[in-house]
Structures are given as C-alpha cells and as structure tokens.
C-alpha cells in the first residue's frame, strides 16, 4: 500500500496553525461545523442520484452517525453522503480556504476572540477539528466508485498530510479526532448529545447516536448483521427541515443556528425573514442578512446566493439567480415545488418562474431592510456600515427598485455631526427649507474635504443642508438615481445654481455691481484663454476667492480620477472659473495696471480653485512660487 505525503501550501500552514493554536471561547463549535459538512454530504447526493439512482447502492437510507470513545480520546463522526475520490480528497482537505487564502490572512487582527470569529465566517469549517484534536484521519469513497477505490487522509495538524488507498466497503466518509488529551471531555455522551440537540437540531439528515446502556460496537463493519451485543443506535435530532415548520413553532434560537449552519458563520444574523407562498407559485424562503461583511464581499466574480431546494431536495448551494449583485450578501434558503428538477442553470435564469421568484425575493430583502431602519435604527447604522457600499451598486442594476433602495442610503450631512452616515433622503427632505425643490449634494475624497469646501459656503449663509457624499460609488450611484421623492438631485459644484439658493439681498447686490465685474472678468478671461470655458462672477461664494464650476453632465474630479485609475479614457471637460469679485484678491487683480502681474494673479486663482476642487496641480512648485511671491509683496 503507497502511502503518499503532501505539504499544505505557505498561506494554508499559516491558517492551519492560528485554527490549532486559537483560545477559542466556544470549543464545542467544531462539531456543529462536522455534522453541516456531513448533511451537505447527504445533500449532494440525493440531488446527484436523481439522474443516477445507483449511487445509493442498496442503502438508500441516509444519514449521520455520531460515535466516541473517552477511554481512547476520540470522537467519529460517520455519513453515507457522495463520499470524495482520491482527487477531491487532495483538493478539498489538502487546500484551506483555496478561494482568497491571502485576503483571508490580511484580514486576521491577532485578536484570538475576533479571529475565531473569522475563521467561521469564511467557510473553513473542516479544520475547526484541529481545535480540540491533534490528529484528525478521514478514510472516504465516493458514491459509485469500487471498494478499492477509497483513501484514508491523515494530519496531525502539521505542515504535512499523508494520503493512501484503501478499502471501503460503504460509501460515504467516516472523519475520526484524536483528542487532544486536554480536550477529552468532548467526547462524553452527554456532551455530544448537549451539543446536537443545541447546534444540529434543525439538520433535515437524521443525527444519530449510541443509545444509553448500549453496549459497545467491537469492530463490526457498519452495515454487518446486527448480533445480540450491537448497539442501538437513536436519532438524536428532528431531523426536519426547518423552514417546513410553521413560523410559531420556530424559537428565534433555532433560527439563529440554521443561519450559523447555511452560511458557516459564528455570529448570530441580525434579521430574518421566513415566508411561505402559494398560489400560482408554490415556494417557501428564509432569508438572513448577517451582522457582518465578509472579507471577499467586493468581489463579485465569487460564486454567491441562496441554497437551493426543490422539494426539500437540495439542488445547489449558490443559487445566485434568484437575488441581484447587489444583494449578494443576503444568506438563506429557497425551497420550490414549481422549477424543475433536470434543468440547467442558463434555462433556470430565462425562466418566468425564476423571474417571479427574484422580484419578490427582492421585495422580501428590501422590507427587511426598511423594517430595521424603521424599528431598529442603531442596528440598521452597524447595518449600513457593512453593506452600504454594496447597497449602492443597486440603482444601476435594479431600475425598478432605485427609489426604494435610494431610501436605504445613508450620509452625512452639514447639519449633522462627525463623519456617521446617518441621514435618509428622506430626513433631508423634511427638512428643506421653504421653496427648496431640490436635493443639493457635494462630492469630495473625505468628510474633512467635504465639510470645508469653498462650495459649501453660499448654502451654510442661507441655511441650506447639503448632503457630504464621500464613498467611492456614491456619485456613480446618483447619477442612476437622478431624484428622489419627485425631486431632483443637483451636484453643488456643477451648473448654475438656482434662484431659490440665493437670498433677495444677494440678488439686489449683484444687480448693482454688473457693471463694475465685467472688466475684472473680462481682464481674468484673456490670461486664463484655453485653461477654462469661461470666466464668471461667482453666486456660490462669500469667503473665497475662486473656484471651478463643470457642467452639468461633466465628470467630477473625483469621478475622472477614478476612470483614470481604472484605465477608461475620460473626456476633456473645461471648467467655469467663478470668482467672488469681493474678494481681495481679485479686487487687486482688477485694480493693477501690470500685465504680467495680473496674469501671476489670474494664475494663482485658477491654481486655488483647481485645489479646492480635488484635483491636482499641473506644477505645485509654480504654485508655491507664485503664493510666495503675493506673500512678499503684501508683508508690511
């Protein structure tokens, strides 16, 4: 017999190592992960056998069988689930987290209490053993495959596995713990027995284990003519699906713990929603919506979604047609008795069944949302510190929904403090003040940026709240939103703004001094020729000199930057320079007879308004030059 032995890769050793030497608070998890493997097991193949029975083998009666021994210090946890070949073996077990070790490893803080948490949350369930065993052996055989044909996988929670052929007369895999000697309490009947029935209960496999005062199994193989000394065996569990249960029979612990066992999270979820229908369509949901991102939620290449049933026969794991991208963090389950069993996945996404399904799924994921931020409003803040990034992708792909989830969206404000999101749209607009008709938003890379802004300046004297508008997507995902609540959304750093935003002095101030601007503008106009489109008198500021007005349709600075990162071509927007003819520094400008003086003076004012802006200067050094130079001239 070839006894074959295999290194973990550089990252899996590391992980390997945090899972064997992590104080978890709550040992006794390890388990509950084993037990989840082993229904997922059984899951998969009853869906494989619906297209080839004779994977059952004549034992069609499926289940998991818990077993231990606290003489030799071992726990055994049996399944005639699909089994793995030597392949899959060497895949699944001998690789940890294989989809974003590195981004897994970044993420770990050294805090043993928030690691362990981590190490849930990200689906490496299989090696929580390691927690209380130093030697864990795993001997599987695929469904369908010859006796000879299975393995016997062994670690000792080194940096090494051996892998060897052997024998296996049942299907299925059998994943014997060694217990660290520490540890052997974990195999005491009434221990395991506690920890099913607090973890497992809801498993729709049957869980079971050795009756009390049943004698001892010596060596029989399972399967064997039962004699007079066999023990018994009972099912520990309901061994019903949960989610078949009606709502009021369901205690919010049992709900917590499904959710733990469909999404391998160690945290409880912070709402649910379990919902049955019928009628045209027949189908039941329980959906979740965690407390907590996981580190790979911004990729959206990974395999997401619900799992899927149909008719409590598990299809896949990651039906991902039935929720939108920008839900992808919603966990839980679908069971339907309408979709049929043998199609593919292309036909499934076309399918009006399908379709129907998602809209009101969706629905069901948006009520949840809405409830909390209404009912539960500090959770709904941890909420939308989490996932609001995510959220803001869904204007542009759910057209129908936009004004529903824009109701979702949360930001800061001039009116509010610090840099919490915690104004709605809807708290914006019960506040505008009369005659208002607009929604005013600033987009800038930071809440300090933002708060300080020349562009604020005209809104904070007339007492008008702008929205602070500082995450990435956040313009790109207003751009699809457009309005709210009937009213427009307006960028206060583009366009002109409208008369509503200006008081009746400004109005009459500008009137008279029309005739005077028109030199300063004209003179500023000549030395900037081909730097901007035109040269204004501002109606946004009352301290600044300056600052940069795009059009309406334009980028912003901050959107071009990230097109440009992104390596999309972006078009060439000239600004509008406004300049605030009060200002010193413009009167100066407007008063020197020295050509090339007011050209330093033109350029200096164009190179503030550029900064303001968010964008960066051509050459900072002219800039610091030219400052320089003012600063000089006017020191006494």
Known sequence: MTVETHGFQTEAKQLLHLMIHSLYSNKEIF????????????????????????????????????????????????????????????????????????????????????????????????????????????????????????????????????????????????????????????????????????????????????????????????????????????????????????????????????????????????????????????????????????????????????????????????????????????????????????????????SPAVDSIRSALVKRSLDMMEKMSKESPDDYTKFWKEFGAVLKEGPAEDFANRERIGGLFRYATTETEGDEQTASFADYISRMKEGQDKIYFLVADNITTARNSTYLEVFKKQGIEVLLLTDRLDEWTLSHLNEFDGKPLQDVAKGELDESVLGEQDKSEEDDTNNESSGVVDKISTHLKGRVESVRETRRLTDSPACLVYAEHALSPQMRKMMEAAGQPVPEDKPVLEVNLKHPLVTRLGESDNDAKSSELAELLYDQATLSAGEQLDNPSLFVKRLNQLLFESAP
Not at 163 to 189: N, P, S, V, W, Y
Not at 273 to 282: F, I, M
Request: proline share 4%.
């Open 31 to 350: 388990l509950r992960e084993l037990i989840s493997n082993a229904s997922d097991a059984v899951d998969k193949l009853r869906f494989e056998a619906l297209a080839d029975p004779s994977l059952y083998e004549d034992a069609p009666d499926l289940k998991v069988r818990i077993e231990s021994d606290v003489e030799a210090g071992t726990i055994t946890i049996h399944d005639n689930g699909i089994g793995m070949s030597r392949e899959e073996a060497i895949e699944h077990l001998g690789t940890i987290a294989k989809s974003g070790t590195s981004q897994f490893l970044n993420n770990l803080s050294g805090d043993q209490k928030k690691d362990s948490q981590l190490i849930g949350q990200f689906g490496v369930g299989f090696y929580s053993a390691f927690i209380v065993a130093d030697k864990v052996v795993v001997e599987t055989r695929r469904a369908g495959l010859s006796a000879d044909q299975a393995v016997r996988w062994t670690c000792e929670g080194e940096a090494e596995y051996t892998i060897e052929d052997i024998e296996k007369a049942d299907r299925g895999t059998t994943i014997t713990l060694h217990l660290k000697e520490e540890e052997e309490e974990f195999a005491a009947e009434l221990r395991i027995r506690g920890t099913i029935k607090k973890y497992s209960d809801h498993i729709a496999v049957p869980i079971e284990v050795k009756k009390p005062g049943s004698p001892k199994k010596e060596g029989d193989e399972e399967g064997s003519e039962q004699s007079d000394d066999e023990p018994e065996y009972q099912v520990l569990n309901s061994a019903t699906a949960l989610w078949t249960r009606p709502r009021n029979d369901i205690k919010d612990e049992e709900y917590k713990e499904f959710y733990k066992h469909v999404s391998h999270d160690f945290e409880d979820p912070i709402i649910w929603s379990h919902n049955r229908v019928e009628g045209k369509l027949d189908y039941t949901s329980l959906l979740y919506l965690p407390a907590h991102a996981p580190f790979d939620l911004h990729n959206r290449e990974v395999a997401r979604g619900l799992k899927l049933y149909i008719q409590r026969t598990f299809i896949m794991d990651d039906a991902s047609q039935f929720l939108p991208l920008y839900l992808r963090f919603v966990r839980g389950i679908l069971d339907s008795n309408d979709l049929p069993l043998n199609v593919s996945r292309e036909i499934l996404q076309g």
